[in-house]
């Protein structure tokens, strides 16, 4: 009998239109085509979301949450009109109420504020992606007291970079993936930039090279990896200089490198006690100077034909003057860094970073190779190729999110220097606007004048005390700290600190915290609980101690709970946005390119974009830059804005089509701006010409590219910073020297740790005798923090978190997969199910981050396992450290860039009978939003 | 595997109803008008309830009579055809019986015949499966006939045959429960198999997904060890030995019942393990069995 | 139709890297994705926002430990979805012929308006590939994207499955595997792509390639010779160093 099958149609109909835009499921900003289906009501919904090819950062890939979109835009979370607290704070009693009233509450609160004293607002971003508008709005405003997520989050990262080499990873450049044939990863599970890494990895791994991952849990990209380093948390900067070590003692360096693209020439004077020593010598116009080699003399380091000398040292005026590479072997070739000598603190076997250091040796010099590509440098020399190193790293939080993290980050820049594998082919590259000198970005400004904005932008890079963010009497010009002698280059601000500061009235009290896209009262928190009470807490005369919160978020997390007036936002695929060269670009190392989002689909909500109703607000309080002399509205609203702003003539917040549509980065405004970009699949992208790719700090043709697409004024090449002499300004002024001194509690800790070249120490947390273990959190790949659990698919696959034990403790304590723990650090305890885990450091435990969910939020019921069975490390992370005995109380943050020390936590662990739910329990808040359906079968079309 | 309440119900019941068919196909005993209305009554009740039963486990039960198309590959397919033929033929071969008082011993023999095959169909929907290594062996069908033969004529009231085909029964669930526990390592199905991974023990970590979904409810059941010891044994003591034991004792109707009630309730017990102790090797990926 | 094809003219399936996949799931849920909306009944949710949350799912991403006698335990994640078996069992014990095996391609496919929902089919899949949909009580399985692949409605560049196209690592590759020339069947002889449970006797088309070694870097242990003994002695290194560099000293 003759096989018969049922005829299928092969060739559906996938969509009736596909709408091109960026995903905003996490920070990565990849493309996506939106398919729209009209269902049966004729109205075209969203029907599937996939990567869009032509993007120039997915490819056409995209990850979980990306596909999840489609659940999240319509996700029973979502808030749906402007709030009005109407219950106690924290209870989720509202009452919705209409935008006018809305805007007249918000006037009606800053008004007065901006008029009398305009640091009593405090405006904190999370993860927002159009920092460039609203640090600008806050400047108008007037209030110093503006940052975004950056403190908490990778400050360290980013700062260590910025000052060392003029950029750091993920925004700020990438690993040659097509050339790269040892690829080092230094703690991360997921990262922001998220598909890049995995498409990445693929690559490097379909040639067959290999990867080496650094971290103490083997899950994720370590799990690709080929080797696994499973190291004691917090001793990465002792791991890497002891790398440095080895290549050095074997003279595996690129010396020819050094000598011309970085500070190793540059000479340090050595003249103990005076103000000059350990600074560098520089001629009457502030121009580093170095040897000629050629000469024997002295020449400004960027003279053209000038070969800096490594080794030949200076005498003036009875100083010496040592190159830097000179102090550096003195310090790294010490047994101190000898593999044996930190075997046993790193966890590691001696013998096998030996055969890291060797292994990362050969690829970077046996396996060396030219690309045919001619380029002229800074100085007017031509190169008749470019020489690639192909070993490359990358890092993230697991090295930054420590105490030590900033001088460890710096570690790794300085190895990735001394190997000659940045900004060279097969090693790391930059993506503009970077690379970018720390000295040409701005610095911190707090100049406060009533009724006008501030003197400049917020955040910067501070190069000596001069530039600190302090009042006249030395205290702290900013709500957080940030600029100040406990955290001297925090550039991103201390959004974690703020709810403390604010409750403690330290250094003043505010009136209106008003916060965006930050889940404060729940996982971006240190001490959950603590901040949740101080968010509530009363004075005597029974008003809130933090007198007034504004918030917006797009979905019923727990922080719209805390909050006296929600603003909704509209979801990413319901507003426009602005992914600027500004701000953060989604440029490659090939390319300068950034993007916009637009509605794709109309809320069906009474929402509306916050960037919008910022500008409203704006209008509404009169602020400069957002009104013309007549106090009409500048821009209608933030698309309006994306267009026709401008920060300096001719630059606006996007860099394409710009003029009559031809200018990219630099022009006029064009109306027609928007129109292009979503014609164009939602992004421009504009390649830099071949002989500029790679050595930008030097290249003479980037940085002219760079100048005629308005990233600069005017070339800026330099030289990679192995010392960091503002760093060295810092330890001066603790020594005694200058106008502006550190209060004498701190001038030991800056001696000790603003080293000028990469230094480790013991994470500072003196308290936890008897907290053994090291506890860390891990990004689920799936997940993206708090809004992961409000999509009925991806909670799913992450619905609760245990705490991965590795074996060793399993067995010590008894334990086996199921059985519940007490997890205690100095600060708090919560008890927890447990698994267990081979692939893991054996004095660590982990679980996945921003899975616990407190009740009543994201409209899930009350008894969802995030809540019942779900946790939060954060309970047992406190912002300051637990109490020495010195009367003081010290931040769980770098010294150096206030970065919150995530990962510095330690734990004690017992077995406990299995509770009925996973503690401490929280009482439900009441959901604005009503809670979902119980049964999903979502098609839109027929 | 997850013992459904509506396959246990339905092998048990609809074992026992066809095991009932063969006897009374077989003229033992013969019975006629009123008596054998009252018998054939009860075998049809427990094969259709049972048959009814197995409904309530589809999806889509509504279509159901499209499980009749695939008969040549399908024992689930030849389970339909075996039960409607045998209830179609048993339902003639009865109606003579109570209407007519006639018994045509041909149709009996056939109806019979048919019994023993539905019984067998309904063994090999589970002996077929190769992915239930407890299942996958020849003593499944031996124990489904050897049980609907000796509850059959326990109905039956058949004492002669009875008592041996219990105590065979018996020895055949002792067989099964002994090889059954040993098929998994037999079948060569392990962690490593299943993910092709080698170099060491394979140790589930994280599962693909924190919630339940179909599979782990449909397919891994895990019994305790005690647990299922202390099942197997009343099993087994209701099942053969208390109905063996009455049989031994001087008939009386109240112990009939007993030993019929005793029996039906340990064969419920024997295939509630038969689908707990089953461990389909899906769950070698959630490293769960 | 239940009884299986002798042969089929091709063998479409997917290639599947455990060396590659980092285990981020965007190949299941951009599946979940393609299929709610695509082939067939959606793949529904119970209790989505609630205490249980589960769903229907096509394709689920497992991760394992492997610990070597001696050497560091690794993590390796599984994704796992239809094989598309040669002798699938599932297609014979089905009752109603809503299971077949298509001869063109080898997919093994549900039609799903001739399925009773009975369930045997899953249970006869050593895999868990299949999952009965709670809400259309029917039975739901990849279809290797069969509504994609031929699609003339996408451009030629997207008629692969969802699950690969979206793959971040490329660790998902598709082709057919009845031809010993293709891509996929030569990655598959370079790797040694092997079957997953043979004993089971399914003759699976997807294949899986195994994890490279691992760890080898501590396994052979090598290390720098120093250019200097002393640390003192560095200097000097440096400047013979810098000699030998073109354009160096005189
Ligand atoms: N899917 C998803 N993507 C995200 C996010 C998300 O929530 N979900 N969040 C985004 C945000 S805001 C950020 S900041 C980035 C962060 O991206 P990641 O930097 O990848 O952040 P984490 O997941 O915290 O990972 C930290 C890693 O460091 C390891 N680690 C901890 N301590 C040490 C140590 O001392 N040494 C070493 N070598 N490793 C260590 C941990 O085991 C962990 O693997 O991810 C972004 N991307
Ligand atoms: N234990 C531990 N804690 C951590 C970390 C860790 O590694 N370990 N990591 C820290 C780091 S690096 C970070 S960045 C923080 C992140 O923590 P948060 O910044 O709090 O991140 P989310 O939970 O994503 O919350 C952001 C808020 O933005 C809202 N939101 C989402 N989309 C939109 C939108 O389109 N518009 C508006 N207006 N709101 C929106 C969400 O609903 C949510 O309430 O967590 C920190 N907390
Ligand atoms: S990585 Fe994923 S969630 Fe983030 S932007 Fe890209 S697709 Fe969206
Ligand atoms: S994997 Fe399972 S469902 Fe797929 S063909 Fe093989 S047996 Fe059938
Ligand atoms: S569930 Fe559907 S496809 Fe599976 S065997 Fe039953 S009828 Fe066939
Ligand atoms: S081939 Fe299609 S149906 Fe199959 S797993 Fe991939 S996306 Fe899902
Ligand atoms: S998408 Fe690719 S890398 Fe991610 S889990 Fe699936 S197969 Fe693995
Ligand atoms: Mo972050």
């Keep these: 009998m003759a096989y018969r099958q049922p005829v299928l149609e092969t060739s559906p109909e996938v969509s009736d239109e596909i709408r091109r835009t960026t995903c905003y499921m996490c920070a990565c900003r990849c493309g996506i085509n939106v398919h729209m289906k009209s269902g049966p009501d004729g109205k075209k919904r969203v029907a599937y979301i996939e990567g869009n090819r032509d993007h120039p950062v997915n490819k056409g890939v995209l990850c979980a949450k990306g596909s999840a979109g489609i659940m999240q835009v319509n996700a029973p979370s979502r808030l749906r009109a402007p709030l009005k607290r109407v219950g106690p704070r924290g209870s989720g009693e509202f009452e919705e109420i209409s935008w006018d009233e809305a805007m007249e509450i918000a006037t009606g609160w800053l008004k007065p504020l901006r008029e009398e004293a305009p640091e009593k607002l405090a405006f904190f971003t999370g993860r927002d992606q159009s920092q460039s508008f609203t640090g600008w709005w806050a400047q108008q405003f007037g209030t110093p007291n503006y940052a975004a997520h950056g403190g908490f989050c990778s400050v360290n990262m980013a700062t260590a970079g910025i000052y060392t080499m003029g950029g750091a990873f993920w925004e700020f450049g990438q690993p040659d993936w097509d050339h790269t044939k040892l690829f080092l990863l230094f703690g991360v599970a997921e990262d922001h930039d998220s598909n890049p890494i995995k498409m990445g990895i693929g690559k490097i791994k379909a040639r067959g090279a290999r990867v080496i991952g650094v971290n103490p849990v083997r899950t994720g990209y370590n799990a690709a990896a080929d080797d696994w380093i499973g190291i004691t948390p917090g001793t990465d900067g002792l791991f890497i200089l002891s790398l440095v070590h080895e290549l050095m003692k074997a003279g595996k360096i690129d010396l020819d490198y050094l000598a011309r693209y970085t500070n190793a020439p540059c000479l340090v004077a050595e003249a103990p006690g005076s103000a000059q020593h350990g600074l560098l010598l520089r001629d009457e116009g502030g121009k580093t100077l170095v040897i000629d080699r050629a000469s024997g003399k002295l020449a400004p380091f960027d003279r053209p034909g000038v070969r800096p000398d490594l080794t030949a040292t200076h005498e003036q005026d009875g100083v010496t003057y040592r190159p830097v590479l000179h102090l550096m072997a003195d310090r790294y070739l010490s047994t101190d860094y000898a593999p044996e000598t930190v075997a046993g603190r790193c966890g590691i076997p001696a013998d096998k970073i030996r055969a890291v250091a060797a292994e990362i040796a050969r690829v970077a010099f046996d396996e060396a190779f030219e690309l045919d590509r001619e380029w002229t440098d800074f100085r007017g020399e031509t190169h008749k190729t470019m020489v690639g190193r192909p070993v490359s790293f990358h890092a993230m939080r697991g090295i930054s999110a420590h105490a030590n993290g900033f001088q460890s980050c710096r570690a790794l820049h300085v190895l990735q220097i001394l190997l000659g594998t940045v900004e060279v082919p097969g090693g790391f590259r930059f993506k503009p606007p970077y690379p970018k000198p720390s000295h040409i970005h701005p610095k911190p400004h707090c100049g406060v004048t009533p009724g006008a904005p501030l003197d400049g932008p917020h955040l910067g890079f501070v190069h000596g005390p001069e530039d600190l963010a302090l009042r006249d009497d030395g205290s702290p010009a900013r709500i957080d700290k940030a600029f100040t002698w406990e955290n001297p280059m925090s550039a991103h601000g201390l959004m974690h600190m703020v709810i403390s500061n604010a409750h403690a009235g330290d250094p003043y009290k505010i009136d209106t915290l008003f916060m965006y896209m930050a889940n404060m009262a729940w996982n971006s928190s240190m001490n959950t609980k603590g901040v949740m009470e101080m968010l509530t807490d009363t004075d005597e005369s029974g008003d809130y101690v933090i007198p007034r919160i504004i918030y917006s978020d797009a979905y019923s997390s727990e922080m719209v709970a805390y909050a006296d007036l929600v603003l909704p936002d509209a979801t990413y695929l319901e507003r426009h946005d602005c992914i600027s060269l500004l701000d953060r670009p989604i440029c490659e190392a090939d390319a300068m390119a950034d993007a916009i989002r637009w509605p794709v689909i109309e809320p069906d909500r009474n929402v509306k974009g916050f960037q919008s109703v910022l500008i409203d607000l704006g209008v509404r309080l009169a602020l400069p830059g957002l009104v013309s002399e007549d106090g009409s509205a500048r821009y209608a609203d933030y698309a309006d804005y994306i267009v026709n702003h401008e920060r300096k003539p001719g630059i606006g917040p996007l860099a394409g089509w710009r003029g009559d549509g031809t200018g990219a980065g630099r022009g006029a405004p064009n109306p027609e701006q928007l129109n292009r970009y979503i014609d164009n699949g939602g992004f421009f992208e504009t390649h830099i010409p071949a002989e500029a790719s790679y050595y930008k700090p030097w290249n003479a043709a980037y940085q002219d590219w760079a100048v005629s697409m308005g990233l600069f004024d005017s070339p800026q090449p330099y030289l990679f910073q192995l010392y960091v002499e503002p760093l060295r300004r810092f330890q001066l002024a603790a020594e005694g020297h200058g106008e502006r001194q550190p209060p004498d509690h701190l001038r030991e800790r800056i001696k000790t740790t603003m080293d000028p070249l990469p230094i480790w120490y013991e994470t500072d947390q003196q308290g936890n005798e008897g907290f053994p273990v090291n506890a860390l959190t891990q990004r689920p790949m799936a997940m993206y923090h708090s809004w992961g659990s409000q999509n009925a698919w991806l909670r799913q696959l992450h619905g609760h978190n245990p705490l991965y034990m590795p074996t060793r403790l399993m067995r010590e304590h008894g334990l086996k997969d199921g059985d519940w723990a007490r997890v205690s650090s100095p600060h708090g305890e919560i008890t927890v199910p447990v698994m267990e885990m081979a692939a893991l450091n054996d004095n660590t435990v982990w679980t996945w981050n921003a899975i616990g969910k407190r009740k009543g939020a994201w409209a899930l019921e009350e008894d969802a396992p995030e809540a019942t069975r779900g946790f939060l490390l954060n309970h047992l992370i406190h912002e300051l450290l637990p109490p020495r005995g010195d009367g003081l109380r010290w931040a769980n943050s770098d010294p150096i860039t206030g970065q919150a020390a995530w990962f510095d936590l330690k734990v004690k662990i017992e077995k406990v009978a299995a509770p009925t739910e996973s503690q401490p329990v929280f009482p439900p808040i009441k959901s604005p939003v009503g809670t979902g359906p119980k049964r999903l079968r979502w098609k839109v079309g027929k | 595997m997850h013992p459904a309440r509506s396959v246990i119900l339905f092998t048990t019941l609809s074992g026992l109803g066809f095991g009932l068919l063969i006897w009374l196909g077989l003229g033992l005993p013969t019975v006629t008008g009123w008596s054998a209305f009252a018998f054939f009554s009860v075998a049809y009740l427990l094969a259709g309830g049972g048959l009814i039963a197995s409904t309530f486990h589809l999806g889509r039960p509504e279509r159901g009579l499209k499980a009749f198309t695939q008969w040549r590959t399908s024992w689930l397919s030849r389970e339909a055809w075996c039960s409607a033929a045998t209830l179609l033929v048993m339902a003639l071969y009865g109606a003579g019986l109570v209407f007519l008082e006639a018994r045509w011993a041909l149709l009996g023999w056939i109806g019979a015949a048919l019994s023993l095959l539905t019984v067998f169909t309904t063994s090999m929907i589970y002996t077929q499966l190769r992915s239930v290594p407890r299942w996958h062996m020849a003593l499944t069908p031996a124990l489904f006939l050897s049980l609907a033969l000796a509850g059959g004529a326990l109905l039956a009231g058949q004492v002669g045959y009875a008592m041996p085909l219990l105590l065979l029964a018996g020895a055949i669930q002792i067989a099964h429960w002994l090889r059954g526990d040993g098929a998994l390592a037999r079948s060569g199905s392990t962690m490593n198999s299943a993910t092709g991974l080698t170099g060491g023990p394979v140790r589930a970590f994280e599962p693909p997904h924190t919630g339940p979904n179909y599979l782990l409810h449909e397919m891994v059941h895990v019994v305790g060890r005690k647990h299922a010891t202390r099942l197997r044994a009343i099993a087994l003591v209701m099942m053969v030995l208390v109905p063996a034991g009455c049989l031994a004792l001087p008939f009386s109707h109240s112990i009939a019942a007993l030993a019929v009630l005793s029996h039906l309730l340990g064969i419920l017990a024997s295939r509630w393990l038969f689908f707990a102790e089953a461990e389909h090797v899906v769950g070698l990926y959630y490293g769960k069995r | ?250």
Aim: charged residues 25%; contains cysteine; aromatic residues 6%.
């Design chain 3, 1 to 250: 139709m239940t009884t299986l094809p002798e042969s089929t003219d091709r063998k479409l399936g997917l290639v599947i890297d455990l060396d590659t996949c980092v285990g981020c799931h965007a190949c299941v849920i951009s599946c979940k994705g393609w299929n709610t909306e695509n082939y067939g009944a959606p793949l529904s949710d119970q209790s989505p926002y609630g205490a249980d949350p589960s769903g229907t799912f096509l394709n689920r991403v497992h991760s394992y430990e492997v610990q070597p006698e001696d050497g560091l335990a690794q993590l390796i994640h599984f994704p796992k979805s239809c094989l598309h078996c040669e002798d699938a069992p599932c297609v014979t014990v089905c009752p109603t012929g809503a299971s077949y095996k298509r001869t063109e391609d080898g997919i093994v496919l549900v039609n799903e308006s001739d399925c009773i929902g009975c369930g045997l089919c899953a249970w006869s899949c050593p895999y868990g590939a299949r999952e009965l949909d709670a809400a259309e009580g029917v039975m739901k399985k990849c279809t290797l994207c069969v509504d994609r692949i031929y699609n003339d409605n996408l451009p030629e560049e997207d008629r692969m499955p969802a699950c690969v196209r979206t793959c971040p690592a490329g660790a998902r590759h598709f082709g057919d595997l009845g031809d010993p020339d293709s891509a996929v069947s030569q990655l598959v002889a370079e790797r040694g792509g092997l079957d997953l449970m043979p004993e089971q006797g399914t003759r699976p088309v997807n294949k899986y390639l195994p994890p490279r070694p691992k760890d080898r870097i501590a396994a052979e242990p090598r290390a720098l010779e120093p250019v200097v003994e002393e640390a003192t002695g560095f200097l000097g290194w440096l400047d013979r160093a810098l000699d030998r560099l073109p354009g160096g000293g005189d």
